[in-house]
């Protein structure tokens, strides 16, 4: 065929999306375990959003940013993050006027134009969570807590966090002098990446997965020993909640995280069998967010799950979702008479909300049989010239093979009876 999906992107099958289901329904379900209402963004925005947002030197902005031009010469990106939207809505909308913290999740797709490799796609999906309006520490473990049940509850193993600070406007840059100075005195020692790095995002150096540049972030100056008292304050605490939670997790010094946005905590959960480039999930404190896309000085924490990481995990590890059930009824029919009986039969049945599957085109019963028993019908309703003349059915048990001969009129109570309960009728 001349056509195929672009590339890093996927059709969700349907034989993929009871995992999909599993996933987005704990999701809703934790969501208003933790008081956190949906929101949905435009899937594009101005692509300055996210240049402002997001961070000029980022990668994302800098390669990754699916940017056009409509007919009437807006400059609008497909969004690669759900974050910088959220908090264009809150301002937009002036949600500040309302109780703080505002509480808020999305779920959809995103698009990064990446490299695609196993866990990285071109188009995902996330699960975002926004915790907006207020800086006690309390709700930065709340999110993270909300991260973990999550995962926990869906199945993962082997969880735990790897968390930082990455400090404020205020201690951060003395912080990044100290990098800079310390990594040009090694400047012949680091990789080109690094160099190019050291003008545009420095903390990223921290990042760098290059053998040669590992023993130079070994030796690099450390953000918790810069902290100023309030962002060092802010991190005791979370960590304080995190101990009496029993949570698992490592002070990450390296962990600097690929978005401009990030101030005081940043954190990322990584689960068994799940390296460090392959998080599940990462994300942060943005104290300084709102204010950099025009709305007045508003903190915020919050973190979004990769749902193809998720799913291909639970896959992997072999954890069984909920199926959708399969039809109660199939109907079967040879001959035009017959034919024309079980069309409004079957119309009839779904009109009382039995779930059934009709068979089309011109099968034998044999064909038709193995349709029913395809489809994991439980019973099989059989029309031929004979029942229409007599005005019955023949009812196949589809697991038993037992049949019975049922008068039309009877059909809905010979199914009411033998209903179960699961069906919801
Ligand atoms: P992020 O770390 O860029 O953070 O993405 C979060 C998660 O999305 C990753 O841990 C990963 O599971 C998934 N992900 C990212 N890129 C891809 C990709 N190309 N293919 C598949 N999965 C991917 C953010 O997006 C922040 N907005 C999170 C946040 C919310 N921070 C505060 N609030």
Same mark, same amino acid.
């Given at each position: 065929?001349?056509?195929? @999906?672009?590339?890093?992107?996927?059709?969700?099958?349907?034989?993929?999306? #009871?995992?999909?289901?599993?996933?987005?329904?704990? @999701?809703?379900?934790?969501?208003?375990?933790?008081?956190? !209402?949906?929101? !949905?963004?435009?899937?594009?925005?101005?692509?300055?959003?996210?240049? *402002?947002?997001?961070? !000029?030197?980022?990668?994302?902005?800098?390669?990754?940013?699916?940017?056009?031009?409509? $007919?009437?010469?807006?400059?609008?990106?497909?969004?690669?993050?759900?974050?910088?939207?959220?908090?264009?809505?809150?301002?937009?909308?002036?949600?500040?006027?309302?109780?703080?913290?505002?509480?808020?999740?999305?779920?959809?797709?995103?698009?990064?134009?990446?490299?695609?490799?196993?866990?990285?796609?071109?188009?995902?999906?996330?699960?975002?969570? !926004?915790?907006?309006?207020?800086? =006690?520490?309390?709700?930065?473990?709340?999110?993270?807590?909300?991260?973990?049940?999550?995962?926990?509850?869906?199945?993962? *193993?082997?969880?735990?966090?790897?968390?930082?600070?990455?400090?404020?406007?205020?201690?951060?840059?003395?912080?990044?002098?100290?990098?800079?100075?310390?990594?040009?005195?090694?400047? =012949?020692?680091?990789?080109?990446?690094?160099?190019? *790095?050291?003008?545009?995002?420095?903390?990223?150096?921290?990042?760098? $997965?290059?053998?040669? /540049?590992?023993?130079?972030?070994?030796?690099?100056?450390?953000?918790?020993?810069?902290? /100023?008292?309030?962002?060092?304050?802010?991190?005791?605490?979370?960590?304080?909640?995190?101990?009496?939670?029993?949570?698992?997790?490592?002070?990450?010094?390296?962990?600097?995280?690929?978005?401009?946005?990030?101030?005081?905590?940043?954190?990322?959960?990584?689960?068994?069998?799940?390296?460090?480039?392959?998080?599940? /999930?990462?994300?942060?404190?943005?104290?300084?967010?709102?204010?950099?896309?025009?709305?007045? #000085?508003?903190?915020?924490?919050?973190?979004?799950?990769?749902?193809?990481?998720?799913?291909?995990?639970?896959?992997?590890?072999?954890?069984?979702? #909920?199926?959708?059930?399969?039809?109660?009824?199939?109907?079967?029919?040879?001959? $035009?008479?017959?034919?024309?009986?079980?069309?409004?039969?079957?119309?009839?049945?779904?009109?009382?909300?039995?779930?059934?599957?009709?068979?089309?085109?011109?099968?034998?019963?044999?064909?038709?049989?193995?349709? @029913?028993?395809?489809?994991?019908?439980?019973?099989?309703?059989?029309?031929? =010239?004979?029942?229409?003349?007599?005005?019955?059915?023949?009812?196949?048990?589809?697991?038993?093979?037992?049949?019975?001969?049922?008068?039309?009129?009877?059909?809905?109570?010979?199914?009411?009876?033998?209903?179960?309960?699961?069906?919801?009728?």
């Amino acid at each position: 065929m001349a056509y195929k @999906a672009p590339r890093g992107t996927f059709d969700i099958l349907p034989e993929d999306w #009871p995992y999909w289901n599993f996933v987005i329904s704990k @999701a809703r379900e934790l969501s208003a375990l933790y008081g956190y !209402e949906e929101i !949905e963004t435009p899937i594009f925005e101005s692509t300055n959003l996210f240049v *402002r947002g997001v961070g !000029e030197g980022t990668d994302i902005v800098e390669k990754e940013m699916y940017s056009f031009q409509d $007919k009437g010469k807006a400059d609008l990106t497909l969004r690669p993050e759900f974050t910088a939207g959220v908090m264009r809505a809150y301002v937009e909308h002036g949600m500040h006027t309302r109780p703080q913290p505002v509480k808020l999740f999305s779920l959809g797709p995103l698009f990064r134009y990446e490299r695609p490799q196993a866990g990285r796609f071109r188009e995902f999906h996330q699960f975002n969570v !926004e915790a907006i309006g207020s800086q =006690d520490p309390a709700l930065d473990f709340e999110v993270m807590s909300l991260a973990w049940q999550f995962l926990e509850e869906l199945g993962f *193993r082997g969880l735990s966090f790897q968390v930082n600070s990455t400090g404020c406007p205020e201690c951060r840059p003395k912080y990044v002098e100290a990098l800079k100075e310390y990594y040009y005195a090694h400047y =012949d020692e680091i990789c080109e990446d690094d160099k190019r *790095r050291l003008g545009r995002n420095p903390l990223r150096v921290l990042d760098c $997965k290059n053998p040669q /540049c590992q023993p130079i972030i070994a030796g690099a100056p450390k953000i918790a020993d810069f902290l /100023c008292d309030e962002c060092a304050a802010h991190f005791a605490t979370l960590r304080r909640y995190l101990d009496a939670a029993g949570r698992r997790y490592t002070v990450n010094h390296r962990l600097v995280r690929g978005l401009d946005y990030y101030t005081k905590t940043v954190f990322e959960v990584w689960a068994e069998g799940i390296g460090a480039q392959n998080a599940v /999930c990462g994300g942060g404190r943005y104290d300084g967010l709102i204010e950099e896309i025009g709305g007045p #000085p508003t903190p915020g924490v919050g973190f979004a799950v990769g749902l193809e990481r998720v799913i291909s995990t639970l896959r992997s590890q072999g954890v069984k979702v #909920p199926e959708p059930p399969p039809p109660e009824v199939f109907v079967a029919a040879l001959g $035009k008479k017959a034919r024309d009986k079980a069309v409004p039969l079957a119309n009839e049945l779904r009109q009382h909300h039995v779930p059934t599957l009709l068979s089309f085109g011109k099968r034998g019963l044999k064909g038709q049989l193995r349709n @029913a028993n395809r489809a994991g019908a439980r019973f099989a309703l059989i029309l031929g =010239d004979d029942e229409v003349a007599a005005g019955v059915v023949t009812i196949r048990d589809m697991e038993s093979g037992k049949q019975e001969q049922v008068k039309q009129k009877e059909i809905f109570a010979w199914l009411e009876a033998r209903a179960q309960p699961a069906r919801g009728r």
